[in-house]
Protein backbone atom coordinates (compact mmCIF):
# COMPACT_ATOMS: atom_id res chain seq x y z
CA UNK A 1 0.00 0.00 0.00
CA UNK A 2 1.32 3.36 -1.33
CA UNK A 3 1.26 4.70 2.42
CA UNK A 4 3.55 2.44 3.89
CA UNK A 5 5.78 3.63 1.33
CA UNK A 6 8.70 6.01 2.09
CA UNK A 7 9.72 8.38 -1.76
CA UNK A 8 13.15 9.56 -1.71
CA UNK A 9 13.92 12.90 -3.68
CA UNK A 10 16.91 13.59 -4.73
CA UNK A 11 19.92 11.39 -5.92
CA UNK A 12 22.88 12.80 -5.36
CA UNK A 13 25.21 11.97 -2.04
CA UNK A 14 22.29 12.21 0.48
CA UNK A 15 19.83 10.30 -1.69
CA UNK A 16 22.11 7.74 -2.12
CA UNK A 17 22.99 7.70 1.41
CA UNK A 18 19.26 7.15 2.35
CA UNK A 19 18.62 4.52 -0.21
CA UNK A 20 21.28 2.35 0.85
CA UNK A 21 19.98 2.51 4.45
CA UNK A 22 16.40 1.67 3.33
CA UNK A 23 17.32 -1.09 1.19
CA UNK A 24 19.49 -2.32 4.20
CA UNK A 25 16.40 -2.14 6.68
CA UNK A 26 13.90 -4.35 3.71
CA UNK A 27 11.64 -1.11 3.65
CA UNK A 28 9.45 0.03 0.50
CA UNK A 29 10.55 2.86 -1.19
CA UNK A 30 10.76 4.71 -4.60
CA UNK A 31 13.52 7.30 -5.27
CA UNK A 32 12.78 10.43 -7.84
CA UNK A 33 15.40 12.21 -9.26
CA UNK A 34 15.15 15.49 -11.81
CA UNK A 35 18.02 15.00 -13.63
CA UNK A 36 18.98 12.22 -15.92
CA UNK A 37 21.28 10.44 -14.23
CA UNK A 38 23.04 10.15 -10.13
CA UNK A 39 25.36 12.25 -8.67
CA UNK A 40 23.99 15.64 -7.75
CA UNK A 41 25.52 18.60 -8.09
CA UNK A 42 29.27 17.20 -8.73
CA UNK A 43 27.71 16.73 -12.65
CA UNK A 44 28.64 19.31 -14.40
CA UNK A 45 25.88 19.08 -16.88
CA UNK A 46 22.98 18.81 -14.66
CA UNK A 47 21.27 22.36 -14.80
CA UNK A 48 21.09 24.68 -12.44
CA UNK A 49 24.66 23.10 -10.54
CA UNK A 50 26.96 25.23 -8.72
CA UNK A 51 29.91 22.99 -10.24
CA UNK A 52 32.60 24.56 -12.05
CA UNK A 53 35.58 22.77 -13.73
CA UNK A 54 38.67 23.64 -11.41
CA UNK A 55 36.36 21.59 -8.37
CA UNK A 56 37.92 19.67 -6.27
CA UNK A 57 37.12 17.81 -2.42
CA UNK A 58 38.47 20.00 -0.30
CA UNK A 59 37.97 17.28 2.48
CA UNK A 60 40.44 14.35 1.47
CA UNK A 61 39.90 11.03 -0.20
CA UNK A 62 40.88 9.52 2.87
CA UNK A 63 38.30 10.94 5.00
CA UNK A 64 35.25 11.69 2.15
CA UNK A 65 33.93 8.48 1.15
CA UNK A 66 30.83 6.87 2.76
CA UNK A 67 31.69 4.38 5.17
CA UNK A 68 32.00 0.27 3.46
CA UNK A 69 32.63 2.09 0.52
CA UNK A 70 36.37 4.16 0.21
CA UNK A 71 37.30 6.15 -2.87
CA UNK A 72 39.30 3.97 -5.23
CA UNK A 73 43.14 3.97 -3.82
CA UNK A 74 44.23 5.90 -7.69
CA UNK A 75 42.42 8.58 -6.43
CA UNK A 76 44.85 11.93 -5.49
CA UNK A 77 44.69 13.28 -2.07
CA UNK A 78 42.18 15.89 -3.28
CA UNK A 79 39.84 14.40 -5.86
CA UNK A 80 38.48 16.84 -8.74
CA UNK A 81 34.45 16.94 -9.92
CA UNK A 82 34.81 14.23 -12.49
CA UNK A 83 36.35 11.81 -10.50
CA UNK A 84 33.96 12.27 -7.18
CA UNK A 85 30.90 11.59 -9.63
CA UNK A 86 32.23 8.54 -11.00
CA UNK A 87 33.00 7.58 -7.37
CA UNK A 88 29.24 8.84 -6.73
CA UNK A 89 28.22 6.20 -9.80
CA UNK A 90 29.97 3.54 -9.04
CA UNK A 91 28.61 3.43 -5.16
CA UNK A 92 25.15 3.61 -6.68
CA UNK A 93 25.47 1.00 -9.42
CA UNK A 94 27.63 -1.39 -6.94
CA UNK A 95 24.76 -0.99 -4.11
CA UNK A 96 21.81 -1.32 -6.60
CA UNK A 97 20.62 1.89 -6.03
CA UNK A 98 20.86 3.11 -9.52
CA UNK A 99 17.94 0.92 -11.20
CA UNK A 100 15.23 1.89 -8.41
CA UNK A 101 15.61 5.58 -9.50
CA UNK A 102 13.09 6.97 -11.58
CA UNK A 103 14.94 9.84 -13.73
CA UNK A 104 13.64 12.82 -15.45
CA UNK A 105 11.10 13.27 -12.58
CA UNK A 106 10.38 16.24 -10.11
CA UNK A 107 8.73 16.73 -7.08
CA UNK A 108 6.50 20.14 -7.43
CA UNK A 109 4.66 20.15 -4.36
CA UNK A 110 4.14 18.16 -1.37
CA UNK A 111 0.81 18.36 0.94
CA UNK A 112 0.45 16.75 4.76
CA UNK A 113 -3.01 14.85 4.66
CA UNK A 114 -4.77 14.85 7.80
CA UNK A 115 -3.86 11.04 8.46
CA UNK A 116 0.15 12.32 8.74
CA UNK A 117 0.45 10.89 4.80
CA UNK A 118 1.64 12.99 2.33
CA UNK A 119 0.29 13.94 -0.96
CA UNK A 120 3.38 14.34 -3.35
CA UNK A 121 2.88 15.65 -7.18
CA UNK A 122 5.69 14.91 -9.69
CA UNK A 123 6.27 16.29 -13.02
CA UNK A 124 7.82 13.76 -15.35
CA UNK A 125 8.76 14.39 -18.93
CA UNK A 126 9.43 18.02 -21.19
CA UNK A 127 7.11 20.03 -23.16
CA UNK A 128 3.75 18.40 -24.86
CA UNK A 129 4.89 14.91 -23.15
CA UNK A 130 5.33 16.66 -19.61
CA UNK A 131 2.39 14.70 -17.04
CA UNK A 132 1.46 15.13 -13.34
CA UNK A 133 0.97 12.27 -10.96
CA UNK A 134 0.01 12.64 -7.46
CA UNK A 135 1.10 9.69 -5.18
CA UNK A 136 0.45 9.00 -1.67
CA UNK A 137 3.27 8.78 0.90
CA UNK A 138 3.99 7.51 4.51
CA UNK A 139 7.55 8.76 4.63
CA UNK A 140 9.20 11.39 2.70
CA UNK A 141 13.04 11.93 2.76
CA UNK A 142 13.89 15.80 1.40
CA UNK A 143 17.86 14.94 -0.23
CA UNK A 144 17.29 17.44 -3.16
CA UNK A 145 20.89 19.51 -1.77
CA UNK A 146 21.24 23.37 -0.43
CA UNK A 147 23.33 24.47 -3.19
CA UNK A 148 20.96 25.12 -5.94
CA UNK A 149 19.30 28.67 -4.57
CA UNK A 150 21.77 31.59 -4.78
CA UNK A 151 22.16 34.15 -2.53
CA UNK A 152 22.21 36.92 -4.04
CA UNK A 153 23.27 40.29 -2.97
CA UNK A 154 22.87 44.24 -4.42
CA UNK A 155 25.34 46.09 -5.24
CA UNK A 156 23.44 49.97 -5.86
CA UNK A 157 25.00 51.83 -8.64
CA UNK A 158 27.15 49.19 -9.91
CA UNK A 159 26.79 49.32 -13.72
CA UNK A 160 29.28 46.20 -14.75
CA UNK A 161 28.04 42.24 -15.32
CA UNK A 162 27.16 41.11 -12.15
CA UNK A 163 26.44 37.27 -11.80
CA UNK A 164 25.82 34.49 -8.69
CA UNK A 165 28.98 31.56 -8.84
CA UNK A 166 26.07 29.38 -9.74
CA UNK A 167 26.83 29.92 -12.67
CA UNK A 168 30.39 30.07 -13.44
CA UNK A 169 31.44 26.96 -15.39
CA UNK A 170 35.14 27.89 -16.46
CA UNK A 171 38.41 30.20 -16.66
CA UNK A 172 37.50 30.92 -20.22
CA UNK A 173 35.03 33.05 -19.11
CA UNK A 174 37.42 36.02 -17.43
CA UNK A 175 39.49 36.22 -20.55
CA UNK A 176 39.64 40.01 -21.57
CA UNK A 177 37.96 41.19 -18.14
CA UNK A 178 38.49 43.14 -15.09
CA UNK A 179 37.24 40.84 -12.43
CA UNK A 180 35.99 41.21 -8.95
CA UNK A 181 35.20 37.84 -6.98
CA UNK A 182 32.90 39.16 -3.93
CA UNK A 183 32.89 35.91 -1.14
CA UNK A 184 35.55 33.63 0.15
CA UNK A 185 34.37 30.13 0.95
CA UNK A 186 36.08 27.82 -0.93
CA UNK A 187 34.21 28.26 -4.30
CA UNK A 188 34.39 32.11 -3.82
CA UNK A 189 38.35 30.85 -3.58
CA UNK A 190 38.72 28.54 -6.25
CA UNK A 191 37.28 30.77 -8.21
CA UNK A 192 39.29 33.69 -7.52
CA UNK A 193 42.33 31.71 -8.62
CA UNK A 194 40.64 31.36 -11.93
CA UNK A 195 40.35 34.69 -12.59
CA UNK A 196 44.15 35.34 -10.92
CA UNK A 197 45.31 33.32 -13.85
CA UNK A 198 42.54 33.98 -16.91
CA UNK A 199 41.39 37.46 -16.11
CA UNK A 200 43.04 41.18 -17.32
CA UNK A 201 42.97 41.83 -13.61
CA UNK A 202 41.45 40.26 -10.67
CA UNK A 203 40.47 40.95 -7.00
CA UNK A 204 38.60 39.22 -4.30
CA UNK A 205 36.35 40.97 -1.68
CA UNK A 206 35.95 39.33 1.64
CA UNK A 207 34.07 40.87 4.59
CA UNK A 208 36.19 39.20 7.35
CA UNK A 209 40.04 38.00 7.73
CA UNK A 210 39.75 33.91 7.57
CA UNK A 211 41.93 31.66 8.95
CA UNK A 212 43.95 29.36 5.98
CA UNK A 213 44.23 25.80 6.75
CA UNK A 214 47.09 24.25 4.63
CA UNK A 215 45.70 21.27 2.74
CA UNK A 216 49.10 18.90 4.02
CA UNK A 217 50.76 19.09 6.98
CA UNK A 218 53.78 16.88 6.98
CA UNK A 219 53.10 15.48 3.29
CA UNK A 220 49.35 13.87 4.47
CA UNK A 221 46.36 15.90 3.87
CA UNK A 222 45.46 17.56 6.62
CA UNK A 223 42.22 15.86 7.90
CA UNK A 224 44.48 13.09 8.01
CA UNK A 225 46.91 14.41 10.04
CA UNK A 226 44.60 15.91 12.50
CA UNK A 227 42.94 12.62 12.95
CA UNK A 228 45.76 10.58 13.32
CA UNK A 229 46.97 12.47 16.03
CA UNK A 230 46.48 12.93 19.75
CA UNK A 231 42.61 13.69 20.72
CA UNK A 232 43.26 16.99 22.28
CA UNK A 233 40.42 19.62 24.05
CA UNK A 234 39.33 22.41 21.21
CA UNK A 235 41.26 25.10 23.15
CA UNK A 236 44.45 23.15 22.75
CA UNK A 237 43.55 22.13 19.21
CA UNK A 238 42.88 25.94 18.21
CA UNK A 239 46.37 26.89 19.60
CA UNK A 240 48.24 24.50 17.81
CA UNK A 241 46.88 24.54 14.58
CA UNK A 242 46.58 28.13 14.92
CA UNK A 243 50.33 28.56 15.82
CA UNK A 244 51.14 25.89 12.69
CA UNK A 245 49.10 28.20 10.53
CA UNK A 246 51.03 31.57 11.35
CA UNK A 247 54.21 29.48 10.98
CA UNK A 248 53.04 28.00 7.40
CA UNK A 249 51.47 31.48 6.18
CA UNK A 250 52.61 33.88 8.20
CA UNK A 251 50.72 37.22 9.09
CA UNK A 252 48.40 37.65 6.69
CA UNK A 253 47.91 41.49 6.41
CA UNK A 254 51.27 41.38 3.98
CA UNK A 255 48.99 40.04 1.47
CA UNK A 256 45.80 42.60 1.89
CA UNK A 257 44.00 40.10 3.88
CA UNK A 258 42.24 40.78 7.52
CA UNK A 259 43.32 39.49 10.42
CA UNK A 260 41.14 37.07 11.59
CA UNK A 261 38.42 38.41 13.99
CA UNK A 262 37.48 34.79 15.14
CA UNK A 263 39.67 31.84 16.66
CA UNK A 264 40.62 28.97 14.48
CA UNK A 265 37.61 26.51 13.63
CA UNK A 266 35.05 29.44 14.33
CA UNK A 267 34.14 29.99 10.54
CA UNK A 268 34.08 26.86 8.33
CA UNK A 269 37.57 25.86 7.23
CA UNK A 270 39.06 27.57 3.94
CA UNK A 271 41.50 25.37 3.10
CA UNK A 272 43.00 26.89 -0.29
CA UNK A 273 47.10 27.52 -0.79
CA UNK A 274 46.67 28.70 -4.56
CA UNK A 275 44.83 31.38 -3.23
CA UNK A 276 48.10 32.49 -0.67
CA UNK A 277 50.19 31.71 -3.47
CA UNK A 278 48.37 34.19 -6.50
CA UNK A 279 48.59 36.89 -3.48
CA UNK A 280 52.20 36.41 -2.99
CA UNK A 281 52.91 36.73 -6.95
CA UNK A 282 50.82 39.56 -7.38
CA UNK A 283 47.99 37.96 -9.47
CA UNK A 284 44.93 39.01 -7.18
CA UNK A 285 44.55 42.00 -5.24
CA UNK A 286 42.45 40.74 -1.87
CA UNK A 287 39.75 43.69 -0.51
CA UNK A 288 37.94 44.38 2.28
CA UNK A 289 33.84 44.39 2.51
CA UNK A 290 32.46 46.71 -0.39
CA UNK A 291 31.06 50.38 0.54
CA UNK A 292 29.50 51.46 -2.29
CA UNK A 293 29.57 51.27 -6.47
CA UNK A 294 29.25 53.87 -9.34
CA UNK A 295 29.62 52.86 -13.02
CA UNK A 296 31.68 50.25 -13.16
CA UNK A 297 34.10 51.67 -10.00
CA UNK A 298 33.68 49.86 -6.22
CA UNK A 299 34.91 51.25 -3.22
CA UNK A 300 35.45 49.69 -0.11
CA UNK A 301 35.38 49.78 3.40
CA UNK A 302 39.11 50.66 3.26
CA UNK A 303 38.39 53.76 0.88
CA UNK A 304 40.26 51.52 -1.87
CA UNK A 305 38.92 51.06 -5.37
CA UNK A 306 38.69 48.11 -7.92
CA UNK A 307 37.34 49.40 -11.78
CA UNK A 308 35.67 45.96 -12.69
CA UNK A 309 33.59 44.75 -15.66
CA UNK A 310 32.36 41.64 -13.71
CA UNK A 311 31.93 40.82 -10.46
CA UNK A 312 30.63 37.54 -9.56
CA UNK A 313 28.51 36.89 -6.56
CA UNK A 314 30.28 33.52 -4.43
CA UNK A 315 27.57 34.62 -1.45
CA UNK A 316 26.28 31.34 -0.71
CA UNK A 317 22.80 29.56 -1.33
CA UNK A 318 19.60 29.56 0.78
CA UNK A 319 19.46 25.81 1.86
CA UNK A 320 15.65 26.41 0.33
CA UNK A 321 13.20 23.08 0.20
CA UNK A 322 10.67 24.58 -2.88
CA UNK A 323 8.18 21.67 -3.08
CA UNK A 324 7.74 21.31 1.04
CA UNK A 325 8.97 25.14 2.47
CA UNK A 326 6.07 25.12 5.00
CA UNK A 327 6.44 21.77 6.14
CA UNK A 328 10.22 22.41 6.74
CA UNK A 329 10.33 26.06 8.07
CA UNK A 330 13.00 28.12 7.54
CA UNK A 331 14.66 29.21 4.25
CA UNK A 332 18.08 29.36 5.49
CA UNK A 333 18.30 27.25 7.48
CA UNK A 334 15.69 24.08 7.74
CA UNK A 335 14.56 23.34 11.46
CA UNK A 336 15.40 19.41 11.94
CA UNK A 337 16.69 17.51 14.70
CA UNK A 338 19.66 16.58 14.50
CA UNK A 339 19.78 18.28 11.08
CA UNK A 340 17.60 15.12 9.64
CA UNK A 341 14.60 14.92 11.26
CA UNK A 342 11.42 17.11 10.87
CA UNK A 343 9.91 18.42 13.54
CA UNK A 344 6.68 17.31 11.49
CA UNK A 345 6.51 13.53 12.00
CA UNK A 346 7.81 11.08 8.73
CA UNK A 347 9.43 14.04 7.35
CA UNK A 348 12.92 14.01 7.11
CA UNK A 349 16.20 15.78 5.13
CA UNK A 350 19.58 13.93 4.23
CA UNK A 351 22.18 16.53 3.11
CA UNK A 352 21.30 19.74 5.40
CA UNK A 353 23.97 18.73 7.76
CA UNK A 354 26.80 21.75 7.59
CA UNK A 355 29.98 20.50 9.33
CA UNK A 356 33.82 21.30 9.56
CA UNK A 357 34.10 18.10 7.71
CA UNK A 358 33.47 15.81 4.82
CA UNK A 359 29.67 15.37 4.87
CA UNK A 360 28.96 11.87 3.72
CA UNK A 361 29.93 9.81 7.24
CA UNK A 362 27.47 11.63 8.39
CA UNK A 363 25.19 11.42 5.76
CA UNK A 364 25.48 7.84 6.14
CA UNK A 365 25.00 7.80 9.81
CA UNK A 366 21.69 9.68 9.54
CA UNK A 367 20.77 8.11 6.85
CA UNK A 368 20.49 4.67 8.69
CA UNK A 369 18.84 6.37 12.00
CA UNK A 370 16.01 7.52 10.14
CA UNK A 371 15.64 4.44 8.29
CA UNK A 372 15.60 2.45 11.49
CA UNK A 373 13.17 5.37 12.95
CA UNK A 374 10.70 4.31 10.40
CA UNK A 375 11.17 0.99 10.26
CA UNK A 376 10.27 1.07 14.02
CA UNK A 377 6.77 2.42 12.85
CA UNK A 378 5.56 -0.80 12.18
CA UNK A 379 8.16 -3.02 14.06
CA UNK A 380 8.09 -1.09 17.10
CA UNK A 381 5.79 1.41 17.67
CA UNK A 382 6.26 2.29 21.21
CA UNK A 383 9.58 3.02 20.38
CA UNK A 384 8.49 5.32 16.99
CA UNK A 385 6.86 7.64 19.41
CA UNK A 386 9.05 7.94 22.25
CA UNK A 387 11.76 8.94 19.74
CA UNK A 388 8.74 11.28 17.97
CA UNK A 389 9.13 13.16 21.18
CA UNK A 390 12.59 13.86 21.34
CA UNK A 391 12.18 14.58 17.85
CA UNK A 392 9.48 17.57 18.88
CA UNK A 393 11.46 19.12 22.16
CA UNK A 394 15.35 18.05 22.30
CA UNK A 395 17.35 20.90 20.81
CA UNK A 396 21.01 19.31 21.83
CA UNK A 397 24.16 21.90 21.54
CA UNK A 398 26.33 19.88 18.69
CA UNK A 399 29.01 22.87 18.42
CA UNK A 400 31.73 21.00 20.63
CA UNK A 401 32.70 23.94 22.30
CA UNK A 402 33.45 25.92 19.18
CA UNK A 403 31.82 29.24 19.39
CA UNK A 404 31.15 29.54 15.58
CA UNK A 405 30.99 33.14 14.30
CA UNK A 406 27.08 34.94 13.90
CA UNK A 407 26.73 34.53 9.92
CA UNK A 408 23.53 33.03 8.06
CA UNK A 409 26.47 30.23 6.83
CA UNK A 410 26.91 29.49 10.40
CA UNK A 411 23.52 29.19 11.33
CA UNK A 412 22.75 25.59 12.45
CA UNK A 413 26.44 24.78 12.17
CA UNK A 414 28.11 21.90 14.15
CA UNK A 415 31.18 20.54 15.00
CA UNK A 416 31.64 16.77 13.29
CA UNK A 417 32.81 15.34 16.42
CA UNK A 418 30.16 16.24 18.56
CA UNK A 419 27.50 15.65 16.52
CA UNK A 420 28.89 12.32 15.36
CA UNK A 421 29.00 11.62 19.30
CA UNK A 422 25.55 12.67 19.69
CA UNK A 423 24.65 10.36 17.54
CA UNK A 424 26.11 7.15 18.64
CA UNK A 425 24.40 7.81 21.99
CA UNK A 426 21.23 8.44 20.55
CA UNK A 427 21.74 5.32 18.08
CA UNK A 428 22.21 3.03 21.70
CA UNK A 429 19.71 4.61 23.16
CA UNK A 430 17.08 3.63 20.74
CA UNK A 431 18.60 0.71 20.00
CA UNK A 432 19.69 1.28 16.83
CA UNK A 433 23.00 0.17 14.87
CA UNK A 434 25.11 2.29 12.93
CA UNK A 435 28.43 1.14 10.60
CA UNK A 436 31.55 1.65 12.73
C1 LIG B 1 32.67 23.05 -5.04
C2 LIG B 1 32.16 22.16 -3.95
C3 LIG B 1 33.07 21.43 -3.18
C4 LIG B 1 32.61 20.58 -2.17
N1 LIG B 1 33.51 19.86 -1.45
C5 LIG B 1 33.08 18.97 -0.54
C6 LIG B 1 34.01 18.15 0.16
O1 LIG B 1 35.21 18.25 -0.02
N2 LIG B 1 33.53 17.25 1.05
C7 LIG B 1 32.18 17.10 1.28
O2 LIG B 1 31.79 16.24 2.08
N3 LIG B 1 31.28 17.90 0.65
C8 LIG B 1 31.69 18.82 -0.25
N4 LIG B 1 30.79 19.62 -0.89
C9 LIG B 1 29.39 19.61 -0.41
C10 LIG B 1 28.41 18.98 -1.35
O3 LIG B 1 27.28 19.70 -1.08
C11 LIG B 1 28.24 17.50 -1.16
O4 LIG B 1 29.41 16.85 -1.58
C12 LIG B 1 27.08 16.86 -1.90
O5 LIG B 1 27.09 16.96 -3.30
C13 LIG B 1 25.71 17.29 -1.38
O6 LIG B 1 24.90 16.18 -1.66
P1 LIG B 1 23.32 16.21 -1.67
O7 LIG B 1 22.91 14.88 -2.16
O8 LIG B 1 22.86 16.70 -0.35
O9 LIG B 1 22.93 17.33 -2.70
P2 LIG B 1 23.17 17.47 -4.27
O10 LIG B 1 24.48 16.92 -4.67
O11 LIG B 1 22.88 18.90 -4.55
O12 LIG B 1 22.02 16.53 -4.92
C14 LIG B 1 20.66 16.85 -4.85
C15 LIG B 1 19.94 16.15 -5.99
O13 LIG B 1 18.53 16.36 -5.84
C16 LIG B 1 17.95 16.64 -7.11
N5 LIG B 1 16.72 17.42 -6.89
C17 LIG B 1 16.63 18.66 -6.38
N6 LIG B 1 15.32 19.04 -6.29
C18 LIG B 1 14.60 18.02 -6.75
C19 LIG B 1 13.19 17.81 -6.89
N7 LIG B 1 12.30 18.75 -6.53
N8 LIG B 1 12.75 16.64 -7.41
C20 LIG B 1 13.65 15.66 -7.79
N9 LIG B 1 14.99 15.82 -7.67
C21 LIG B 1 15.47 16.97 -7.14
C22 LIG B 1 19.04 17.40 -7.84
O14 LIG B 1 18.87 17.35 -9.24
C23 LIG B 1 20.30 16.68 -7.36
O15 LIG B 1 20.62 15.60 -8.19
C24 LIG B 1 31.21 20.49 -1.90
C25 LIG B 1 30.31 21.25 -2.66
C26 LIG B 1 30.77 22.06 -3.68
C27 LIG B 1 29.79 22.86 -4.49
Not at 13 to 28: C, M, N
Not at 338 to 364: H, K, Q, W
Not at 386 to 413: C, K, M, N, W
Amino acid sequence: MAADRTLIIGAGPAGLAAARALTEQGLPYDHVERHSDVGGLWDIDSPGTPMYESAHFISSRTMSGFPGYPMPEDYPDYPNHRQILAYLRSFAADASLTDRITFHTEVVAIEREGDGTFLVTTRSGDGAERSEEVTKYGQLIAASGVQWDPNVIEIPGYAGEIRHSVTYRDPSEFAGRRVLVVGAGNSGCDIACDAARSADHAAISMRRGYWFIPKHIFGQPVDVFAESGPTMPMWLEQAVFGRLSRVINGDPTRLGLQKPDHKLFETHPLLNDQLLHHLQHGDITARPGIASAEGTVITFTDGTTEDVDLVLLATGYRHTIPYAQSLFGDEQHPDMYLTAFARTPALYGIGFVETNSGAYVLMDMLSQMVAQHIADRTRRPDAWTAFERHVATDRPDLSGGIHFVDSPRHQGYVDAHAIQKYLRAVARRMGWTLRA
